[in-house]
């Protein structure tokens, strides 16, 4: 175990309906990068990395950005991986971030190590020829920087789509065979909602740092039937990032225009966002009344105040596209207000069920009851468990429509188009 963590009790904090419990954990060092952060694993189980910003009151608030990263990614049903505080008796240490996987039972691919097995692949002319052409006109599309970017349509596209192919490709390489075709669909619609969730969290960098995971059979082999798709980590490296300016984002390596990418989601990819964006348009006003409750809760007011207005700056935008494709249709093609609630009769259920648990979570915002921030909190121990109870305030936000939706749902029985009524009422 590294020296630093042998002589004091660090706990792993979680948060549910406004009690923070932290629960005791030993961590043992694994690695150290050189950004300063660890690969640990806690308690002897669980592997993840650990980040150290919060030791440092000018960085602190790096730490605070990745708890928040992580629940709203938990809010829009994004893959991810989980991060919680890390604390002692008397201060912050830093966030975990788990990393969710087993290599006992699990393989994964990154983008990276699938990218370069292309490479391998086309220089061993695995790969058809004409395939290996288009990734090679991609590769040498110019990589730009900051302030010189990608705006053509056709190029972001490409970029977008060299991710999607190197990690489909190199699955049906290792299986001697051509990929599922749900498999196939479903790395596709994780990949895009990966890059719509960065858009909206105003992340700059993303490199080839994605990946799949999927259990292994007796043999060790990857069944990829089950695959999963998720970043790794939803935290931003500041080296990298300090390098881009605020209207660009790297993908796969190449500096990309974020006005053009999004109308290049909308354009060309709109049917594997088109639920997510749709439940963004129809519940604006609930998703962002929860996005300030996990802010607020999670940061000081002055760099809370900063990350909500780029933060909701996004998701408007992203509303607004949402709406300008939907009016730019013909009038027949036009989804009227019944036919979107039948549509997304499922998706309705997820985007309740995830506003509920951030309620749950944080039934209170600091920026509406600034007398409920942390050094007014009221502590109790228990043997095992340190708990930080809340005062009981007015909920407000979003509480009265997970009220009216479960009465509608009880006495009437009437079901999900209901339930979309009231969102949209809401709304």
Not at 15 to 28: A, F, K, V, W, Y
Not at 233 to 249: A, C, H, M, T, V
Not at 347 to 358: A, E, M, P, S
Not at 393 to 421: E, P, R
């Amino acid at each position: 175990m590294d020296k630093d963590f042998k002589n004091e009790q660090y706990y792993i904090v979680s948060l549910d309906n406004g009690i923070r419990m932290e629960e005791p954990i030993s961590i043992e060092v694994f690695n150290s990068f050189k950004d300063g952060s660890k690969l640990v694993q806690l308690n002897n189980t669980v592997f993840g990395v650990l980040n150290m910003n919060s030791l440092k009151p000018e960085t602190m608030y790096i730490d605070d950005y990745a708890i928040i990263k992580a629940d709203i990614a938990e809010l829009f049903d994004i893959d991810h991986e989980e991060s919680r505080r890390i604390v002692t008796e008397d201060k912050t240490v830093g966030t975990f971030t788990t990393l969710n996987y087993s290599k006992d039972i699990e393989t994964r691919i990154s983008g990276t190590a699938a990218i370069n097995a292309i490479v391998n692949a086309i220089n061993d002319k695995v790969v058809d020829s004409e395939e290996a052409l288009w990734v090679d006109k991609i590769f040498k599309y110019p990589t730009g920087s900051k302030e010189s970017c990608i705006k053509d349509p056709e190029q972001i596209g490409d970029i977008i789509d060299l991710g999607i192919y190197a990690l489909n490709k190199t699955i049906e390489i290792q299986l001697g065979t051509p990929i599922d075709v749900k498999l196939g669909k479903a790395i596709r619609k994780n990949y895009l909602r990966m890059i719509l969730f960065d858009y909206i969290i105003g992340k700059k960098y993303r490199g080839f740092d994605y990946y799949l995971i999927s259990k292994v059979n007796d043999n060790g082999k990857p069944v990829w039937m089950d695959a999963y798709f998720a970043p790794i980590s939803i935290s931003s490296n500041l080296n990298k990032e300090e390098l881009i300016g605020n209207n660009e984002y790297v993908l796969n390596n190449k500096y990309i225009d974020r006005n053009a990418l999004l109308e290049v989601l909308f354009q060309k990819y709109q049917k594997d966002i088109n639920k997510l964006t749709q439940a963004i348009a129809d519940a604006k006003k609930l998703y962002t009344d929860a996005i300030g409750r996990i802010i607020y809760n999670n940061t000081d007011i002055p760099h809370a105040s900063v990350l909500e207005d780029m933060i909701l700056s996004n998701l408007n935008k992203v509303a607004s596209s949402f709406e300008e494709m939907e009016a730019k249709k013909e009038k027949g093609q036009r989804t009227n207000k019944v036919e979107r609630t039948m549509a997304t009769q499922s998706l309705n259920v997820r985007v309740t069920t995830k506003l509920d648990l951030i309620q749950k979570k944080y039934p209170i915002n600091p920026k509406d009851h600034k007398d409920a921030i942390r050094a007014n909190r009221k502590k109790e121990n228990t043997d095992n468990v340190k708990l930080t109870v809340e005062k009981e305030k007015d909920n407000g936000g979003f509480t009265l429509a997970s009220v009216l939706i479960s009465i509608v749902g009880l006495v009437c029985g009437i079901g999900i188009g209901i339930v979309y009524i009231v969102l949209k009422m809401r709304s």
